[in-house]
């Protein structure tokens, strides 16, 4: 599959009062055409940070101190203000949590969908209210909703708004954190399944962040596991729900009731994470790590490819321990 979006050593800080908070450190992943690609991991560790970062949408105190965004091969940090506005929209689209209560309040659905349309193709002009009825039916609203007002409809309603937004000028990319989590659950699983049927439909592809570890592994096709602003473990779906590597996707995945089968007890993970302004000299995850061998204390192991995908975990490294030694050591 070709890479549509390449992250390459993305790090990013946060300037507080206690010192920098080094939310994103080295990340490098890559998102295939049409591909679902999920980013996981206990709350704090850099995920939304990260979508930000690629969307340049991250504002003081952060600041991005390294790396490459590029889409399509377009080197996005290196773009001017206005480039990236022409890209944001047509290229790329976000979807965040709140983007249902940052719908202009005084416009109604029906002129903020043909601004989005003008904004990048002014000569749409003649076709725009025809395209807008098309997007409302898209995300199953009601054409007549196009002449309401943000506050006359539901969270439900104004979060398909956004994603009809969204899709618009049919992006390649969509970014989506936490979309639907401001909703109750009825509602969360009319919208995906939605955002799923339009992504088949228009075969972009999708960054999706979420704290619900099921849904993620149901949508995705390929999950990275974020620790502590450390990417650790990047592997298919089918990878993780059958054998998962990295001792924190273990625990991780351990803390979900409904993923493998029933368990009589959640294990969840002991301890808590680490402090971003100084974080563990090693491992990042060491402290918390039951598998963990001499070198995790001192060396921070670097996120190495092997057939099964990407891991930063020194049981799986070239001087760690083979990959039987280490499933032994699981038993
Ligand atoms: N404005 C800020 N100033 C200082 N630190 C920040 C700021 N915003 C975020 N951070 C820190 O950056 C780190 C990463 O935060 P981020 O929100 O990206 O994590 P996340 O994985 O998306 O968490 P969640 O799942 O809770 O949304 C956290 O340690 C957080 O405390």
């Known amino acids: ?83 990236f506005d022409r890209l944001r929209w047509s290229k790329m689209s976000i979807v965040l949590q709140s983007a249902m209560n940052n719908l202009n309040p005084v416009l109604k659905i029906r002129d903020q969908l043909a601004d989005t349309i003008l904004a990048h193709e002014p000569d749409a002009r003649k076709e725009v209210h025809q395209r807008a009825e098309h997007l409302m039916r898209l995300v199953d609203l009601p054409v007549d909703r196009l002449d309401s007002y943000p506050h006359e409809l539901s969270g439900g309603m104004r979060q398909r708004v956004v994603i009809a937004m969204a899709m618009a000028l049919k992006p390649s990319l969509v970014i989506m954190d936490e979309p639907t989590t401001a909703l109750d659950v009825v509602v969360q699983n009319g919208i995906i399944r939605k955002i799923m049927e339009l992504q088949k439909e228009f075969g972009f592809s999708i960054l999706f ?97 092997d057939k099964w995908g990407q891991i930063a975990c020194h049981l799986y490294s070239e001087e760690g321990l083979s990959r039987e030694q280490a499933s032994a050591a699981r038993e």
């Open 1 to 83: 599959m070709a890479d549509l979006l390449r992250v390459h050593n993305l790090s990013i800080e946060y300037a507080s009062s206690r010192g920098v908070v080094k939310a994103v450190d080295e990340v490098s992943f890559s998102i295939g055409k049409g591909e679902i690609f999920g980013l996981a991991g206990e709350s704090g560790c850099g995920k939304s940070t990260t979508a930000f970062g690629i969307c340049r949408l991250l504002r003081h105190p952060a600041k991005i101190t390294g790396g490459s965004v590029q889409l399509a091969g377009t080197e996005l940090m290196a773009l001017s203000d206005e480039e």
């Open 209 to 305: 962040i979420t704290h619900d570890l099921p849904l993620m592994l149901e949508m995705c096709d390929r999950i990275g596991i974020m620790y502590a602003g450390k990417l650790v473990e990047v592997t298919a779906r089918e990878q993780i729900l059958h054998e998962p590597r990295h001792p924190y996707t273990q625990g991780l995945l351990n803390s979900f009731p409904s993923l493998s089968g029933p368990k009589p007890r959640l294990a969840g993970i002991p301890g808590h994470t680490p402090d971003l302004i100084r974080p563990p000299a090693g491992c990042r995850f060491y402290p918390r790590c039951s598998q963990a061998v001499s070198q995790c204390q001192t060396l921070q192991p670097t996120l190495l490819q």
